[in-house]
């Protein structure tokens, strides 16, 4: 939804539209996902993390209409070697680059294509390591945007 408003949202313009995934099929599984320094306040002091996180989609493709801009990277689809995602399945829907979130200069509007609300508890994930605690790492995005608004 936040893609299409994008022509709303200051330092927006740059951002792709979702089409379909390249597979032709809804997918709706555990991913492997690297979050790149960004301006993005949700993920601030999470650059570097290669985190799996949950996918469940039909259209998350990013299609850009001219060059993706590399400063608005949030975060990005990573094959088991850490490198970015280019083919299925580590890419689940063909995003160039491996593109799976944007973010805008200043950080405030960041939106992505996998769920981090579906893996925020360290029970929800596919595997973690013991000792983790009840918190997964992406408890850090949610915290982060209530510190952010007060």
Request: no cysteine; glycine share 10%.
């Amino acid at each position: 939804m936040m893609a299409h408003l994008a022509p709303l949202i200051p330092g927006a313009q740059g951002w792709p539209t979702f089409q379909p995934n390249r597979s032709e099929r809804f997918e709706a599984r555990f991913t492997m996902v690297e979050i790149p320094a960004s301006p993005s306040i949700f993920l601030a002091g999470m650059a570097g993390a290669r985190l799996p996180v949950a996918v469940s989609h039909g259209e998350g493709r990013a299609v850009f209409s001219g060059a993706p801009e590399k400063s608005a990277l949030a975060l990005r689809y990573v094959d088991n070697r850490g490198a970015p995602a280019h083919r299925y399945p580590a890419n689940p829907n063909g995003s160039p680059g491996g593109v799976a979130g944007v973010t805008t200069p200043d950080g405030r509007v960041t939106i992505m294509v996998p769920h981090p609300e579906r893996v925020f508890r360290s029970v929800q994930m596919s595997w973690h390591p013991a000792g983790m605690g009840e918190d997964s790492p992406w408890m850090t995005m949610f915290r982060n945007a209530r510190r952010w608004v007060g």
